[in-house]
C-alpha cells in the first residue's frame, strides 16, 4: 500500500490536489467546463457503441476511454500551442536504484504509459514547504520489515536507466498512465495498491531523471523533479502529483520527497447496457449514470499542469 511506497521513496503525503493544480480547475479561463458533453460521448463510446456485444468487457472499454479522454487533452493545443510539445511512450523500460538504510532497492521493467514533454514541471512546493520536511517522521512498520512482499534478486549492475537514449527531444517526464482493466477483479490491483505503484513509478522515473541530470550521488536537489501520475480502471480514478526533493534516501533524517493524492474519483456511477427492469416498470434506462464533470476536470488540469 502507499504507507508501504511512503517508507521505500522517503516520501511524505499530502491528501488532495497541489495548489498549482487546483489554480488550474478554479480559473474560468481555461475553460474545462466546455468538454461537458464530449467527456460524456467518450464514455459512450467506450462503454455502448466500440462494439456489438451487449456490455463489453473492461479490458476494452478501459483503453478505448483513456485514449478518447487523451484527445480530448489535445484539443486544448489550439488554446495553448505549447501542448503540442508532449509525445507518449509505450512499452519503454525503467531502471531506478537506490539504497534505504542497509537494503538496495530497484525498480526495473515496463510500467505505465508516460507522457513526456520538452519541458519539466516546475516544483511544485516551495522551498519553505520542502525544508518543513525535514520534521516529518517517516511511520515505521516494527516488527514487520518495511521490505515485505518485495521480490528478492541478485543484482549484477546497479542500473539506472529513464529508457530514452541522451538527446531525446521530449526528454522530461510528465504524467503515468495506468490503466487497470482486467477483466477479473482478483487480477486488477485494488485502489490501494494501484496508488501504492503509482507513487513508486513516478519516483523510479523521478530518480532515473535526477540521476541522469545530477549524478549518481546522494544529494538535495536545487530544481526538484516533478511527476505525475494518473490510474484508472474506466471508472474510478486516483490522481498524484510526486515531488523528488532529495536523492539522499538512506537514512530517515533531513529532507523528505512529496506527494499529493486524490483518491477514488468517479468519472461515472454505472454504464447501463441493459435496462434494469423491476416488477415490468424500467427502474434504470440505458445510459450514463451519476456523471461526474470534476473528475475529468482534474484529469485536464493535471495534463495542462506544467504549460498554463
Known amino acids: 500500500g502507499v504507507r508501504q511506497a511512503q517508507w521505500l521513496t522517503k516520501t ?64 486544448m493545443s489550439r488554446k495553448y500551442p505549447a501542448l503540442s510539445k508532449r509525445m507518449l511512450a509505450r512499452n519503454y523500460r525503467i531502471a531506478a536504484t537506490w539504497e534505504r538504510e542497509s537494503v538496495l532497492l530497484q525498480i526495473r521493467g515496463l510500467n505505465g504509459i508516460l507522457m513526456n514533454s520538452m519541458a519539466p514541471i516546475p516544483p511544485v512546493a516551495s522551498k519553505e514547504e520542502i525544508l518543513a520536511t525535514k520534521e516529518h517522521v517517516l511511520e515505521t512498520f516494527h516488527p514487520i520489515l518495511p521490505t515485505i512482499d518485495l521480490q528478492e534478486v541478485n543484482v549484477y549492475k546497479e542500473l539506472n536507466d529513464t529508457g530514452f537514449r541522451d538527446g531525446y527531444p521530449y526528454s522530461h517526464p510528465h504524467t503515468l498512465f495506468f490503466l487497470e482493466s482486467a477483466v477479473i477483479c482478483p487480477d486488477r490491483f485494488r485502489p490501494e495498491q494501484l496508488r501504492a505503484k503509482m507513487l513508486m513509478f513516478a519516483f523510479g522515473n523521478a530518480l532515473a531523471k535526477a540521476k541522469a541530470l545530477y549524478g549518481n550521488d546522494p544529494k538535495v536537489l536545487e530544481q526538484p523533479i516533478v511527476v505525475q501520475s494518473i490510474g484508472t480502471d474506466g471508472q474510478l480514478f486516483q490522481f498524484m502529483v510526486f515531488q523528488l526533493n532529495t536523492t539522499d534516501l538512506v537514512s530517515n533524517d533531513g529532507i523528505k520527497n512529496l506527494v499529493w493524492i486524490d483518491s477514488d474519483q468517479k468519472l461515472y456511477e454505472t454504464a447501463q447496457c441493459v435496462p434494469k427492469i423491476k416488477k415490468r416498470v424500467v427502474v434504470k434506462p440505458v445510459g450514463i449514470h451519476g456523471f461526474q464533470p470534476d473528475t475529468f476536470k482534474k484529469f485536464l488540469a493535471l495534463y495542462l499542469h506544467g504549460t498554463v
Open 12 to 75: 511524505k503525503l499530502v491528501e488532495g490536489l497541489p495548489p498549482s493544480v487546483q489554480s488550474i480547475l478554479d480559473n474560468p479561463a481555461h475553460g474545462l467546463q466546455e468538454h461537458e458533453e464530449r467527456v460524456k460521448d467518450a464514455i459512450s463510446h467506450a462503454r455502448f457503441w466500440d462494439t456489438r456485444e451487449v456490455a463489453p468487457k473492461r479490458e476494452r472499454f478501459c483503453p478505448v476511454l483513456f485514449e478518447d479522454l487523451i484527445h480530448l487533452c489535445r484539443l
